[in-house]
């Protein structure tokens, strides 16, 4: 397959504030702030796991890789180049040593070894990938979603063999989607169950279920089984990450607005032979934001409560209870509120705020905001640049530490989560924008 390269508009612009009283703690930076106990701790931690960071870097077209407890690039190798264009992330392959490399501007998904950190194999699809973090343990299949079609590509993670692809083939066209999703021509894969994926149509505002099987020749085959209109495109159905506590057979999406139309959380029924039906939606607006000033991407489960966070781009963490579709609560959080971070030892979650300097720590057991923690202290970039990456972000195994990535200053970042200050920063270089945690522990 001859490969076809193109360079898209890559990542969601995101902007706004919000509304609530909170402190702000600033950030320290350096290890040489650390206090012998804290030094003592962090050694103690590196000497039981392991944990390397993999990050697709945009600029450089390549996968960092950090030696996380130590705080330190990987030795012997801590690089692996794609030599394709916008390589944006690496996502772990389940039950395997090895992660697969979104290049969002190539056709083309890389298999990289978490052992040698070489890049070992090239798996050619049909369009460029967007997301490929989907993994169907039982079928031990791969859904890769589209970046510039709206297509999904299906992966055997045994043979890293692409079996067969889904949707439409052909390019959408960038420059006029009619919804604020970027230039994306789908949202995140997603299985609804062992038999059935989505392909999330975002220009054509729509939502397509399939059913994968294997026919009397033992091959893979896949049967779309319906199509249905959503308000706006949907970025992602809610990964339940095992904290989802309502009914069996709903799933929840994220709508991420439109000219005139606010953003949304939309509940479906699936049904196997029917496919995905929506149920019910509930708009995500509060007095004085516009329906043109704010869109979203990503909703998180709470993890005790039948609650939904989720952060818009006006700056609002919106606080939706899905059992009654209804707001319950906002929360000024800051420009570009993306990503929560639900970490359950601390009755704390943490909001990623693409577009600005600091993150919001949230008390999820009161909902109520404790405060902002400065990361960066570019404030010349906020609302302008994507200052923190996206997932993965990492927490050590005793909640006290937060890992995650800053994107434009090329940083990771670790923040102590009982005195909310980070505390220690690695210089990588590039742009790293999005990939996984791989932890392994010395007892295994």
Request: net charge positive; aromatic share 8%; proline share 3%.
């Amino acid at each position: 397959m001859k490969r076809k390269t193109y360079f898209l508009a890559m990542i969601l612009a995101l902007t706004g504030c919000g509304s609530e009283n909170y402190n702000k703690t600033n950030a320290a930076y350096g290890p040489g702030l650390l206090e012998q106990k804290e030094d003592s701790s962090m050694q103690k931690r590196a000497e039981e796991q392991t944990t390397k960071a993999f990050f697709g870097d945009i600029s450089r077209n390549r996968v960092v890789v950090v030696d996380v407890e130590n705080m330190k690039l990987n030795e012997p190798k801590y690089e692996a180049a794609t030599g394709h264009l916008i390589t944006y992330t690496a996502d772990k392959v389940y039950d395997h040593p090895k992660l697969y490399v979104v290049n969002r501007g190539s056709n083309a998904i890389d298999v990289m070894s978490t052992k040698s950190m070489e890049i070992i194999k090239t798996i050619d699809l049909e369009h460029f990938p967007r997301s490929s973090e989907r993994m169907n343990k039982r079928l031990r299949l791969n859904q890769t979603s589209g970046m510039d079609k709206p297509m999904s590509s299906i992966i055997d993670i045994d043979k890293d063999e692409l079996i067969l692809s889904v949707g439409k083939d052909k390019k959408v066209d960038t420059e006029n989607n009619p919804n604020f999703g970027g230039s994306h021509a789908t949202g995140h894969p997603f299985w609804l169950d062992k038999d059935h994926f989505v392909t999330l149509d975002r220009y054509n505002r729509k939502i397509h279920t399939y059913k994968i099987e294997k026919n009397v020749d033992d091959e893979w085959v896949s049967h779309k089984i319906n199509e249905i209109n959503t308000t706006s495109s949907i970025h992602q159905i809610i990964p339940s990450k095992g904290r989802y506590l309502g009914e069996k057979g709903l799933f929840y999406g994220t709508a991420e607005g439109a000219p005139d139309i606010y953003p949304s959380i939309i509940e479906f029924r699936f049904d196997a032979k029917k496919g995905l039906v929506k149920t019910r939606e509930v708009e995500l607006k509060k007095d004085g934001v516009e329906a043109n000033d704010t869109w979203l991407h990503h909703g998180d489960f709470h993890p005790t409560k039948k609650l939904i966070y989720v952060g818009a781009g006006d700056g609002t963490l919106y606080i939706v209870d899905y059992e009654k579709m209804r707001i319950v609560k906002t929360i000024k959080a800051g420009k570009g509120a993306g990503h929560t971070v639900m970490i359950p030892k601390k009755n704390m979650a943490i909001v990623i705020n693409h577009k600005d300097t600091f993150v919001t720590i949230v008390d999820i057991k009161s909902n109520t905001k404790v405060s902002d923690v400065t990361v960066s202290s570019h404030d010349e970039w906020s609302g302008n640049k994507m200052i923190q990456a996206h997932p993965k972000y990492h927490i050590s195994k005793d909640s006290k530490y937060f890992y995650a990535f800053l994107t434009e200053e090329g940083t990771i970042y670790e923040m102590n989560l009982d005195r909310l200050r980070v505390v220690r920063r690695l210089e990588v270089g590039g742009k790293p924008t999005q990939g996984s945690f791989v932890t392994s522990y010395k007892s295994q």
